[in-house]
């Protein structure tokens, strides 16, 4: 019966706000939640409540109807609630993260359990989470490619620098008797070891190709594994190589788990960028976290 509840508060608050982003930052929640609010209740209704436009959601007559008859006795329940519970500080806003999940694990995951406001994590490529940040979908993402928008902003944060590792059992034999200038035969060594990436960041080892040999890879991954710390675990317990960035490798380096192999003929580079909408409810939460993100990095930026 209290999620039944949820839903109706949420759509008095769609109703008078006329969107669902607004709905999200009054009630503290995200929007896709706000959403999963609404879905249920038509559900629940049998009738569409609003219809949904570009940038506004307009009441059905059912919807108006609806109001009408709940109003009064939610802002009744609502005066009640205010007056009796305990100031505690219990309401805690709700911000939306995006960003890849070596980061995460990396940089944010443990400062988690010291937060004092609720997080919602979206993992994905860059693309993805930039039309999240669009829609409203997140709050804060961290990226390597932003896009131009009036209602977003992008400050660049920290660069990675692409690089060919190998684990510590590999076979270099064959790689230390190859003229670092002969790029043919680079490439025929590299083409018959066994190499590691992950099935959501393909591009990386694309763009390092590229970049250093003007082509795409002419072989296939042997191993696709979830994210990039699978690549380091599974690196450090034998061989085979592997395109990662530097920045999640250095505590392997430190161990000698895995080591650089080659750094290409030119240096590749990404930029990455938080994004952020220009105005936000949530600004000293989303500056905790940004800044949380920058010390994090400038530790493992020392550690190299």
Not at 52 to 78: D, F
Not at 196 to 207: V, W
Request: charged share 25%; net charge neutral.
């Amino acid at each position: 019966m209290n999620e039944n509840l949820e839903w109706f508060r949420t759509f008095k608050v769609i109703y008078e706000t006329g969107t669902l982003s607004g709905a999200a930052k009054q009630l503290f929640v995200s929007q896709p939640g706000v959403g999963i609010h609404l879905n249920s209740l038509e559900a629940y209704t049998g009738y569409p409540l609003f219809e949904r436009k570009a940038r506004k959601m307009v009441p059905t007559e059912r919807g108006h109807l609806l109001y009408q008859q709940m109003q009064h006795s939610l802002n009744v329940l609502e005066d009640i609630q205010g007056r009796f519970r305990r100031k505690s500080g219990s309401d805690r806003p709700t911000v939306g993260v995006g960003m890849c999940v070596e980061t995460f694990q990396q940089a944010l995951e443990k400062h988690i359990p010291f937060l004092d406001f609720n997080l919602i994590m979206q993992f994905g490529e860059s693309d993805k989470l930039a039309e999240l940040l669009e829609n409203g979908g997140t709050d804060v993402i961290l990226t390597s490619k932003p896009k131009i928008d009036n209602n977003l902003v992008y400050e660049a944060f920290t660069t990675e620098t692409l690089m060919v590792v190998c684990g510590k059992n590999t076979d270099l034999a064959g790689w230390e008797s190859i003229n670092p200038k002969e790029g043919d035969a680079m490439r025929n060594w590299f083409q018959e070891q066994i190499w590691y990436n992950t099935a959501s960041d393909m591009k990386l080892l694309n763009q390092f190709w590229e970049v250093n040999f003007g082509i795409m890879p002419e072989f296939v991954p042997n191993y696709i594994v979830p994210n990039k710390f699978s690549i380091i675990r599974c690196l450090s317990l034998g061989r085979g190589l592997a395109v990662l960035p530097d920045f999640i490798c250095n505590e392997a380096f430190e161990k000698d788990e895995i080591r650089i192999l080659w750094r290409g003929f030119k240096d590749v580079k990404n930029t990455l960028y938080f994004g952020r909408r220009k105005k936000s409810l949530y600004k000293e939460q989303i500056d905790f976290l940004t800044q949380t993100l920058i010390a994090e990095y400038v530790k493992l930026d020392g550690e190299k």
